[in-house]
């Protein structure tokens, strides 16, 4: 086990709903990242912080979606008005700031109906 | 960008037998190269890394070999067990430091 924690596991909603994702990376910890994977692909890039801070967002990241870190600890990834194309598995990651190595947790698996 | 690719996209070995499998990158600074194993419905998760200015790496059964000048960085799993069916997936950085993942190779191990 990794120590990555997220929450829910799996989150089913209706198109048009809001939904939140939360993510405890490894208390050691200072990077965050966020991922979105789909089916039969890698995980894509979404967003990373260093401690609260929100280094970089990829062009993935739509107006719709945003992420915070308030304290540099946990994370929130949330999502407005989800459409039918935002089902995916939403990963979430940690790592030391001087080490490329990161950690994941174990997903939280979104369908939108 | 980071132009990555993963050959085969399957693999299917009988036990007991080797596994190798490719990753190309087209950034010229990538300078970190891990390969995670990703279990059905289950996280990714590291099996072995490599940096730049290193050419080989093994660990038990697992070894990467990289290829700077080439740009390509290679998996190898030897004496192959049903447990390492899975799918893997290259990530090596790109000049910003970040993640690029391969779409992944899924390998398959028969017993």
């Known amino acids: 086990d990794t120590g990555v924690s997220q929450d829910p596991r799996h989150k089913i909603t209706k198109r048009g709903q809001n939904v939140t994702f939360r993510c405890d990376p490894i208390?050691?910890?200072?990077?965050l990242y966020w991922y979105r994977q789909t089916l039969g692909q890698g995980p894509e890039f979404l967003t990373y912080?260093?401690?609260?801070?929100?280094?970089?967002k990829s062009r993935l990241l739509s107006d719709r979606f945003s992420a915070e870190r308030p304290k540099g600890s946990f994370s929130t990834l949330e999502i407005q008005r989800t459409e039918q194309g935002d089902s995916a598995m939403y990963l979430c990651?940690?790592?030391?700031?001087?080490?490329?190595?990161?950690?994941f947790g174990p997903g939280t698996r979104l369908l939108v109906l | 960008g980071e132009n990555v690719e993963q050959h085969p996209s399957t693999l299917s070995v009988q036990e007991g037998d080797s596994a190798v499998i490719k990753c190309t990158y087209s950034d010229s600074a990538s300078n970190y190269f891990p390969w995670y194993k990703q279990e059905l419905g289950k996280r990714p998760q590291l099996i072995i890394d490599i940096r730049s200015n290193v050419g080989e790496k093994k660990d038990q059964r697992i070894a990467v070999t990289l290829n700077k000048t080439a740009k390509h960085f290679s998996l190898h799993i030897t004496e192959t067990q049903p447990e390492d069916s899975a799918v893997y997936f290259c990530?090596?950085?790109?000049?910003?430091?970040?993640?690029?993942f391969g779409a992944g190779t899924q390998v398959v191990v028969t017993p």
């Open positions: 990651a940690s790592s030391f700031p001087t080490e490329e190595t990161q950690y």
């Open positions: 912080f260093q401690n609260e801070a929100q280094l970089e």
């Open positions: 208390s050691e910890h200072n990077r």
């Open positions: 990530a090596p950085t790109d000049s910003w430091g970040k993640f690029q």
